[in-house]
């Protein structure tokens, strides 16, 4: 399938592009294919056709930050369907991702860093009364995240495939997370917020990326997100740099602090469902990393 996946992405690329293209496969969460030469970049990624209203959402997501940030924002090109996947094709920012900036020494890592904060509390300004999936127009369509009931479908799979010892599966399912997620006010999130989803250049940060999840709830996940991928890739002097730049737009609750630690356990452990659910696992040292964290993170709580 891969191959098939290939071909039709190096077709309709140059189709639509009116010109031959050389194309490379990244295999992420989604199958991507970059354009692999010195012209303007594009990239076009699949997923399952169950999940394409994604790929809408991040069209049109980026659309609205165009017109209410000063983010560089990729416009996509074509949304369609081969076989049984959804596909986007779309602009790719030039630049270099955050996580790569920080192995430099060409930029200034705290700065870079308290953008990334200040550009999230920034889209965390937009609010709503419901928690759910966000769809076209902006629209909030209920449904169960961030709750209990989710949080057990997770662990179902991880319990499945034996990746925690039944003590920490114990531990797990005691954990509210009604509670937990059931404070705070309703933003925009990104729910993906990550060092490779931002693109930075030698003015600073550029552009936000992947906006295929984004939601309406309470901003715990993506603050948890950003400083969990942080701490994994050894940088754990920034987060309160992080947090700064942050809270110079928004503040960041004394709930969140006082439960950081099972808000980044719960974004683990959706992590690694995820990557177990997937027929083969596409990103195994990262896989094999986040299983690392959560089992020190356990061994830490359950004591």
């Known amino acids: 399938m891969n ?26 969460h989604n199958m991507v294919f970059i354009t692999d030469d010195d012209k ?18 991040e069209r049109d997501i980026a659309e609205y930050l165009k017109e209410t940030t000063t983010l560089v924002m990729p416009k996509v090109i074509l949304i369609g369907t081969f076989q049984e996947y959804g596909y986007l094709l ?41 928690k759910g999936i966000i769809d076209r127009g902006l629209n909030v369509i209920p449904e169960l995240i961030y ?12 319990e499945q495939k034996n990746l925690l010892s039944i003590e920490y599966i114990r531990y797990l399912k005691s954990l509210d997370i009604d509670r937990l997620f059931g404070k ?43 400083v969990l991928m942080l701490e994994l890739e050894g940088y754990p002097e920034l987060i309160e740099i992080f947090y700064k730049g942050y809270s110079s737009v928004k503040t960041i609750d004394k709930h969140y602090y006082e439960n950081v630690e099972l808000f980044k356990v719960y974004r683990l452990v959706t992590m690694i469902a995820y990557q177990a659910s997937l027929e ?20 830490s709580l359950v004591k």
């Open 184 to 226: 705070g006010e309703n933003v925009l999130c990104h729910a993906d917020y990550h060092l490779k989803n931002i693109i930075v250049s030698d003015d600073g940060m550029k552009s936000v990326i992947d906006f295929e999840w984004m939601s309406s709830a309470p901003p715990y996940d993506d603050l948890a997100m950003f």
């Open 3 to 28: 191959e098939q996946l290939c071909a039709f992405a190096q077709q309709k690329l140059n189709e639509t592009l009116k010109e031959e293209r050389l194309i490379k496969a990244i295999y992420q």
């Open 147 to 158: 709750t209990q009931e989710e949080f057990n479908h997770f662990l179902k799979i991880i």
């Open 90 to 130: 779309r602009e790719m920012v030039e630049g270099m991702t955050l996580e790569e900036a920080l192995k430099t020494s060409n930029y200034d890592h705290a700065s870079l860093i308290e953008e990334a904060g200040y550009h999230l509390a920034r889209l965390h300004l937009k609010t709503f009364d419901d």
């Open 280 to 299: 083969q696992v596409t990103m195994t040292a990262f896989f094999q990393a986040i299983r690392a964290m959560l089992d020190t993170k356990l061994n």
């Open 40 to 57: 303007a970049p594009y990239l076009i990624k699949f997923v399952p056709i169950k999940d394409m209203k994604r790929l809408y959402i």
